[in-house]
């Protein structure tokens, strides 16, 4: 094995804690995919000296996960820190867990997660790539030749008109990556073969690849999981905004301009858009203003 199979999951993310909350006021915190998990933060002042932190795990992105983790919280405030480490498993009934009395003299929390077992639907690798056998029969390999695998000729021929052409010329032929292009390469022939996987990380690299090799119905396949997955905080809104912009996934734009919960308007501002994506935008905003006027009438 590799150190690209051997990798151990690991996510971090820094949250600001809201410092001026009202008592009994529940603070939204977007925390966004985490290792395929759409999770969001939730502060809630008991009183005067204590808070209560939950995260709570959007039961869609589950589907029929056990998603088994060590979740790793560190507190910090006024020179304080206190860590707090947890076992917990995702499940469809089980989504949130809950941290009680909190100092509410803390103003961030640092979030590590580390994934040791999930169940049901994603398994790293059904598949060992490293290894040539009569099905894996094409290599795939770094240009300093110190990362390799294995794949199919008839699935990469079925996706791909280039990679098609490629081995129809030559059987033998050898397809040459990047090196640091690997760990996207290993993710696409994850969706490529069998258990067909996909998942948020890298995603971008993926469809680089993708979209390289003319793989159409992999982009297409790709947007449907992205608006399936969807995170609708404002941060992730965009990253997903720029992903159709760039691969031209005008279901993926649509679904975000029209899900009801998107600012529009706060899209647009500060991000630099084709001409294309910002058509989209207006048009919206021009109904919109259209259907309110009606609606005064």
């Known amino acids: 094995m590799n150190d690209i199979t051997m990798k151990i999951p690991t996510a971090s993310k820094l949250l600001k804690l809201p410092e001026d909350s009202k008592v009994g006021e529940e603070v939204e915190i977007p925390i ?54 947890n076992e917990i498993e995702f499940s469809p009934n089980v989504n949130t867990i809950m941290i009680k009395s909190i100092d509410r003299r803390y103003n961030q929390v640092k979030l590590k997660i580390t994934r040791k077992s999930s169940f049901g639907i994603a398994i790293e690798d059904f598949i ?17 030749g110190k990362k390799m695998i294995y794949a199919n000729s008839g699935i990469l021929a ?30 696409l022939m994850n969706f490529l073969h069998p258990p067909f996987k996909m998942e948020r990380e890298n995603v971008e690299q993926v469809l680089d690849l993708a979209s390289k090799w003319e793989m159409k119905s992999v982009i297409t396949k790709y947007e449907q999981f992205l608006i399936k997955t969807r995170c609708h905080c404002q941060r992730s809104s965009i990253q997903d905004v720029k992903l159709a912009e760039k691969f031209k996934m005008a279901s993926l734009l649509e679904e975000i301009i029209n899900d009801g919960e998107t600012d529009v308007f706060a899209l647009l501002d500060g991000n630099d858009y084709s001409s294309w994506t910002r058509a989209a935008m207006f048009e919206f905003i021009v109904n919109d203003e259209d259907e309110n006027t009606i609606h005064e009438n």
């Open 158 to 187: 079925l996706n791909s008109p280039i990679l098609k052409q490629k081995l129809e010329n030559n059987k033998l032929a050898e397809i040459i990556m990047p090196f640091e292009s690997f760990v996207s390469m290993k993710k």
């Open 128 to 144: 060992d790539f490293e290894k040539k056998s009569k099905w894996l029969d094409v290599l795939i390999r770094s240009e300093d």
């Open 32 to 85: 966004c995919n985490i290792l395929g998990l759409h999770l969001t933060g939730f502060w809630t002042v008991l009183n005067t000296a204590n808070g209560k932190f939950e995260i709570r795990c959007e039961k869609e992105s589950l589907f029929r996960w056990k998603f088994l983790a060590q979740m790793d919280l560190q507190f910090t405030g006024e020179g304080k820190v206190i860590n707090i480490k």
